[in-house]
């Protein structure tokens, strides 16, 4: 069982940049997707991005494309959210999750597919 810790959250204005990390331990993350998830007060939680195994391929929602860029680095365990040009509405708890089994792709018709491994979250708030 992988246990994933994002960090990196905080407050930020509109317009800001922010990188989320998410530390991996317990088994190596190489050979799984990854990806990032959110939640805002009151809403379901709902998927932003998502990065394949060998990182030559990624799926971000509509509403963060062009703004966000998720990134890996397998040698540190390491996944990354950089989160550029920040809006009122990117305010969310952000959470990191781990594909359970290895070499598979993304759903891109249902991206919370395969993700079984979550975080604890990190809290973003971007101010008007």
């Known amino acids: 069982q992988v246990q994933l810790v994002e960090s990196g959250g905080g407050l930020v204005q509109a317009g800001g940049s922010l990188r989320l990390s998410c530390a991996a331990s317990?088994?190596?993350?190489?050979?799984?997707?990854m990806g990032w998830f959110r939640q805002a007060p009151g809403k379901e939680r709902e998927f932003v991005a998502a990065?394949?195994?060998?990182?030559?391929?990624?799926y971000y929602a509509d509403s963060v494309k062009g703004r966000f860029t998720i990134s890996r680095d397998n040698a540190k365990n390491t996944v990354y959210l950089q989160m550029n040009s920040l809006k009122p509405e990117d305010t969310a708890v952000y959470y990191c999750?781990?594909?359970?089994?290895?070499?598979?792709?993304?759903?891109?018709?249902?991206?919370?597919?395969?993700?079984?491994?979550w975080g604890q979250g990190t809290q973003v708030t971007v101010s008007s």
């Open positions: 990065i394949n195994w060998s990182g030559n391929y990624r």
């Open positions: 317990g088994r190596t993350i190489s050979r799984y997707a």
């Open positions: 999750a781990a594909d359970e089994k290895p070499y598979r792709g993304i759903d891109t018709t249902n991206p919370t597919t395969y993700f079984g491994s």
